[in-house]
């Protein structure tokens, strides 16, 4: 009975001390495009996940891994949601006004569309990678897989259109 005793209060202590780090980066990750209750399920599940892997986790490199953990979740809660269409829920977190500047969130609206405008004018494949690395936060590695390209050609497309979307905006802004 001892041994679960301590295991909880050890796991407690992981709460405590990572609980609100994990919160806010997955918070981050997600934007406001997901319940504050499917925000809170994902926290709880990195937190599992960490304590799962608390005998793999180097002191040295504790708070990258817990962040690149928290990030990770956060992106699976954002393939979740769009594989059910459950994007943006219609919650009280949602439907909160936000008494902010009108004309500044119609220039932040205008801008928005003008990305959208310009990524979806890249020659393909370029607009996938872009979707995939930028909106999904997938990896180079497994953007070049799904695509049939090397690492390297898929750093190249993402420079060259950097450097397209900022000629772009600048024109348009």
Not at 8 to 34: C, P, T
Not at 67 to 93: Q, Y
């Amino acid at each position: 009975m001892r041994q679960k005793t301590g295991e909880l209060q050890k796991f407690e202590a992981l709460i405590a001390k990572y609980g609100g780090y994990v919160h806010a980066i997955i918070s981050r990750v997600v934007g406001g495009r997901a319940s504050s209750e499917d925000i809170e399920e994902c926290t709880a599940d990195a937190l599992a996940a960490l304590w799962n892997a608390r005998g793999r986790i180097i002191p040295d490199g504790e708070k990258q891994y817990v962040a690149a953990v928290a990030r990770n979740k956060g992106i699976d809660l954002m393939k979740k949601l769009s594989r059910t269409g459950e994007f943006l829920p219609l919650d009280e977190d949602i439907l909160q006004i936000d008494a902010g500047d009108p004309v500044t969130e119609l220039e932040r609206k205008r801008v928005d569309t003008l990305l959208n405008e310009a990524v979806m004018a890249l020659d393909p494949p370029d607009p996938e990678i872009f979707v995939r690395r930028y909106y999904w936060g997938e990896s180079l590695h497994d953007i070049a897989s799904a695509l049939g390209l090397t690492e390297r050609a898929v750093e190249g497309r993402l420079y060259r259109g950097r450097l397209q979307l900022k000629a772009y905006l600048e024109e348009r802004l």
